[in-house]
């Protein structure tokens, strides 16, 4: 390291501090701190203790000036994940969307949309990490955050950003969304913490919390699996009632004439198409039957082992389903699932309904009673929901029973068996395109798992406000859709499918399931990529990066002023931040 002086025609020469290093076996120079502005006697102290550095006994041959006093490493923060994150949100237009004009609930704003990202946790965690005394990383100084900052300016933030979510939404659907395009929609829970949310309820517990309080919401997203728009609804309020606002939104909000709609069968029921969908000119919808509707289409003959002797899917039509397409499909391996999981149940169920048959024929205190017995038959039968497939004879002094063939051949013969319905022309979608579709909504269930879980862990949610809650939710959606867009830029070192055309013509039938192309599955294998460097999931990625760190360098002169300086990345960080940057914006 040493102190050079480079000429600037009539004005004073350009002071600056530099180094020497080795690349590719040739020596090369570059330039750390522009040291003008010094003063002449700072700046020739410092060369005097850089000559003495490189003169020093104690110095390791190879080693920084830093190891032999002549500079003081004050500070050392992550930097690379936030520098990554924060690319992608500008890339994206994410505080010009926020909104037009820098102010402070912009910054912090797009600070909390960042730092769900890197560090998933509450309000306060957030402030915590933000703030000059806790700093976690560069988040706060990229972003222009007061040292100052705490949990309630972020409050006051997620108030200032929640009337504009109707705008942002329209300018995503502008974005993403076309005439004609298809549109994914599902619905989610997660648990609350509290119980004084108005929002709060308890419901289908999509959590497997049934003893907590909860809130809903639906994630519109389009063919892609890239979110547009979100809203949260009360824990109780059931899928279907959430169908018309999201039309709603869709039609006259986002101004989109003609869609595709693509909900499963708990979301578009019957009842839905009758009141909401059937008749509406330019609304088609992708959806499926529930299993009574299909056993209704066998009891007429209308399904049958023939329809799939040269592929898994047929088209069909049916009176009781007038202007609709209808494909039925065969999975083989969903079969074989469901007939030993119908098994399965069936025996436990034996095995429980045999406990009580004891009951009733033992010496001592035997169990008495048509009421106490059924009533503890009935809490069997319930428990693995085989009551159609048991024949009970219940007596005062006796119990038995026995095992219904007919019900469970009947159901035995469907399995493996759905049926996508649609209403799409002919020639728009193909049967094939139909169920390929309809099984798109695996992506938004991708979406539910990031958000809620692996990534920017949603939940436990604990604010007490509904328009808090609902702002939460929001900034989490922009999160996914900020990590969204990484991934599709970094999906050559993830273990994320990166040839998703390739996956596609690989599968014979769009009932099969979905295979990893012949890239996914050798970066599964071998855990590198085809240039040898190694492949991440998306949080090791972002800890990989996180140890590009900024540091602040003071040198050994009193009142000299210091510097910022960050670590050099390494090929594989160079690599990502270089698909970051060369991604094309949408």
């Not at 100084?141 to 504009?164: K, T």
């Not at 892609?224 to 959430?242: I, K, L, R, S």
């Not at 979608?429 to 958000?451: C, G, M, P, W």
Request: proline residues 5%.
């Amino acid at each position: 390291m040493f102190i050079e002086s480079v000429a600037n025609r009539n004005s004073p020469p350009c002071v600056l501090l530099r180094e020497t290093y080795r690349e590719a076996g040739k020596v090369k120079h570059r330039t750390i701190a522009n040291l003008s502005k010094w003063p002449s006697d700072l700046v020739e102290g410092l060369r005097r203790l850089l000559k003495s550095a490189g003169r020093s006994k104690t110095a390791p041959p190879h080693g920084p000036a830093t190891s032999c006093g002549a500079f003081r490493i004050v500070r050392s923060l992550p930097h690379g994940h936030v520098a990554a994150v924060l690319a992608t949100m500008r890339k994206l237009s994410i505080p010009a969307l926020l909104g037009s004009k820098p102010t402070p609930e912009r910054d912090l704003c797009s600070a909390m949309i960042a730092a769900r990202i890197l560090a998933p946790g509450s309000k306060l965690a957030t402030s915590r990490a933000l703030g000059a005394d806790t700093l976690e990383s560069t988040l706060a100084q990229e972003c222009g955050i007061a040292a100052d900052v705490d949990e309630n300016d972020l409050y006051r933030a997620m108030d200032w950003l929640l009337p504009r979510q109707a705008r942002i939404e329209k300018a995503l659907a502008g974005r993403h969304l076309r005439e004609g395009s298809l549109v994914l929609y599902d619905l989610t829970s997660s648990y609350f913490e509290g119980t004084t949310c108005p929002l709060a309820r308890r419901g289908h517990s999509r959590d497997g919390q049934k003893d907590k309080l909860q809130i809903v919401y639906g994630l519109l997203c389009n063919s892609e699996g890239t979110p547009v728009a979100v809203e949260v609804f009360a824990g109780n309020t059931a899928d279907p009632m959430t169908l018309a606002a999201q039309i709603k939104k869709l039609r006259q909000r986002f101004g989109i004439a003609h869609l595709v709609l693509v909900g499963d069968r708990g979301m578009i029921t019957q009842a839905r198409i009758d009141k909401e969908l059937r008749g509406v000119a330019g609304l088609d919808w992708i959806s499926a039957l529930r299993s009574g509707q299909i056993a209704g289409l066998a009891a007429e003959g209308l399904i049958d082992a023939s329809l799939f002797d040269e592929k898994n899917l047929a088209e069909i039509t049916s009176a009781d389903f007038p202007g609709e397409r209808l494909v039925v499909c065969r999975n083989p391996l969903l079969a074989r699932r469901r007939a030993l999981k119908r098994e399965a149940l069936l025996a436990a169920t034996e095995a429980a309904l045999e406990k009580i048959r004891q009951a009733v024929m033992r010496p001592r205190r035997p169990l008495r009673g048509t009421a106490a017995i059924g009533l503890r038959a009935g809490r069997c039968i319930g428990k693995y929901k085989m009551a159609k497939h048991f024949e009970l004879t219940i007596a005062e002094r006796s119990f038995s029973f026995a095992r219904r063939a007919e019900p469970i051949a009947r159901e035995a013969a469907l399995d493996g068996i759905y049926v996508v319905r649609a209403k799409v022309a002919d020639e728009s979608l193909s049967a094939t395109q139909l169920v390929e579709r309809y099984k798109d909504l695996s992506l938004v269930e991708n979406a539910f798992r990031s958000i809620k879980t692996v990534d920017l862990k949603v939940r436990p949610i604990h604010h007490r406000g509904a328009e808090r809650v609902r702002t939460h939710i929001f900034l989490c959606m922009l999160a996914y859709y900020v990590e969204w867009h990484m991934r599709a830029a970094l999906k050559s070192v993830l273990f994320d499918e990166d040839d998703h055309e390739a996956a596609r013509a690989a599968r014979t039938d769009a009932v099969d399931p979905k295979e990893p192309s012949p890239s996914a599955e050798a970066k599964a294998r071998t855990k590198r990529t085809p240039d040898g460097l190694p492949v991440h999931s998306f949080q090791t990625l972002l800890s990989d990066l996180a140890t590009i760190t900024r540091n602040t360098i003071v040198p050994a002169i009193e009142g000299a002023p210091g510097w910022s300086q960050d670590t050099e990345p390494t090929a594989l960080q160079l690599k990502i931040l270089t698909l970051l940057k060369n991604h094309p914006a949408p």
